[in-house]
């Protein structure tokens, strides 16, 4: 069979040396100078290994690389809801879908740094600015560059996704003071054009290239439950992983079913399939924090529990995360009281 460690990407099917990947020998994500690449196969074995063996991988790796039990907290804004021109299937901000979401301009600065004090008595460490644009333009991009240096100055690290970037966007945003930018792949390339019609996935990543060249950090992770196979789900981790630097956040979504949107009643994920998720995460970005994002409302605590050891380390913290439910604070730190976690 053959040993995974010495594996390089192939288009044909490959034998997986399961043993190897239980106890730890299969490729690991990146170091600073060497990239190793995963195969979507290779991701398909590792969900298919016994679930035990999987998570007992994923801890591992984990704890070579993280404190167990600290997880990094966010707080999301939404400081431009609805209206958005763009089609993606899940979401209830597009304005061609009649969903319950209203079309509202731009917040003010001094209500966006009163939800970021806020945020931050919480005890988040990080504050996320999110806009329902397909881009900015430059008069939309002005006073976000305002909110995001005010914010700075009060001690939080900085993210924000406000949709394409267009040439020299990043750099103003750098400018500003933006520790992080939100850019999803949402699934893998083959998948896509089933959610997204509007954008094409060589736009994302030309976003995504466009952040790296000015050294803003990069949180980019996609949505699960879509109706995506596993394949599919893995060939999105494979995207990931084998960037040349891969993202320093990756959010795991579980889709939010939202009626009046194109996803609205497509079959629900299981649980332990977005377990198994967070597990070849955690295996294939060995360095990157794996955020547990949009979906936690619906998951039991238990589920919660089991995606922390499977190596899950960051969390969006608060009632709403852009226009969908979100575990309150208080009940995040009652999980984290049972659990022994604190945050970092």
């Known amino acids: 069979m053959q040993d995974t460690s010495t594996a390089t990407p192939t288009t044909t099917p490959v034998i997986i040396n399961t043993d190897a990947l239980i106890q730890g020998k299969g490729q690991s994500c990146h170091t600073e100078s060497t990239v190793n690449r995963w195969s979507v196969d290779e991701i398909v074995a590792l969900f298919e290994l016994p679930f035990s063996d999987l998570i007992h991988r994923a801890q591992t790796v984990h704890r070579e690389h993280f404190d167990p039990n600290a997880v990094q907290v966010s707080t999301l804004l939404s400081i431009k809801t609805g209206g958005c021109s763009e089609d993606c299937g899940y979401c209830p901000q597009a304005a061609r879908y009649h969903t319950d979401v209203e079309n509202e301009p731009l917040m003010k ?32 991009l002005e006073p976000v560059l305002k909110m995001i240096s005010e914010v700075k100055a009060m001690g939080l690290e900085t993210c924000a996704t406000l ?69 599919q789900r893995a060939g999105l981790l494979a995207q990931l992983a084998n960037m ?21 009643g497509v079959d629900e994920l299981d ?47 608060g009632e709403k995360l852009l226009t969908t439910g979100n575990p309150e604070a208080e009940t995040d730190k009652k999980l984290f009281a049972k659990l022994g976690i604190h945050p970092i």
């Open 163 to 231: 949709g394409m970037l267009k040439e020299g966007q990043a750099e103003q945003l750098k400018d500003a003071g933006l520790d992080y930018y939100n850019h999803n792949l949402d699934t893998a390339p083959e998948f896509y054009g089933d959610v997204i019609t509007t954008r094409t996935y060589q736009d994302r990543l030309e976003t995504l290239d466009r952040v790296r060249s000015v050294d803003i950090n990069v949180c980019c992770g996609g949505i699960i439950g879509m109706g995506e196979s596993r394949n």
């Open 109 to 140: 600065l001094e209500d966006v740094l009163a939800a970021a004090q806020a945020a931050k008595d919480n005890g988040a460490s990080r504050f996320c600015m999110g806009a329902a644009w397909r881009g900015p333009k430059q008069r939309d």
């Open 271 to 317: 649980p332990l399939e977005f377990v198994r998720t967070i597990a070849a995460a955690r295996i294939t970005m060995p360095q990157s924090f794996v955020r547990l994002s949009a979906g936690r409302q619906s998951m039991h605590e238990g589920i919660q529990a089991l995606c922390f050891i499977a190596g899950a380390n960051s969390i969006f913290y």
């Open 244 to 264: 040349e630097r891969p993202p320093e956040s990756v959010p795991i979504n579980l889709l939010t079913q939202v009626e009046g949107t194109p996803l609205h």
